[in-house]
């Protein structure tokens, strides 16, 4: 079983920056992938960023390119979310994902392990 902790998420005028935090404990193997995804008010769950532990490879939706960066932190299985020049649109409940099996995986139904998900608001 995985546990997946998000932070850091809150309140930012348009412009401004965030940086999301994801915590994973618990029996994680030393490849797996772990994703950020985002969902609006009554929108669907969309992807945002995905980072392979092995060999850092990583992807991004079109919607978020050049303003985000996905990293893994020093600290073993932390990984960060870096959102620059946010935009009103980008106003959701961020969840951090992961699984032990996929290769970078753009939606989210094949992601076994969720966290709670944390608020990130814009105002414009």
């Known amino acids: 079983q995985v546990q997946l902790v998000e932070s850091g998420g809150g309140f930012v005028e348009a412009g401004g920056s965030l940086r999301l935090s994801c915590a994973a404990s618990?029996?994680?193997?030393?490849?797996?992938?772990m994703g950020w995804f985002r969902q609006g008010l009554g929108k669907e769950r969309e992807f945002v960023a995905a980072?392979?532990?092995?060999?850092?490879?990583?992807a991004y939706a079109d919607s978020v390119k050049g303003r985000f960066t996905i990293s893994r932190g020093n600290a073993k299985n932390t990984m960060y979310l870096q959102m620059n020049s946010l935009k009103p649109e980008d106003t959701a409940v961020y969840y951090c994902?992961?699984?032990?099996?996929?290769?970078?995986?753009?939606?989210?139904?094949?992601?076994?392990?969720w966290g709670q998900g944390t608020q990130v608001t814009v105002s414009s």
């Open positions: 980072i392979m532990w092995s060999g850092g490879s990583t």
């Open positions: 994902a992961l699984d032990p099996d996929l290769d970078i995986t753009r939606t989210p139904t094949p992601y076994r392990y």
């Open positions: 618990g029996r994680t193997t030393s490849s797996y992938t």
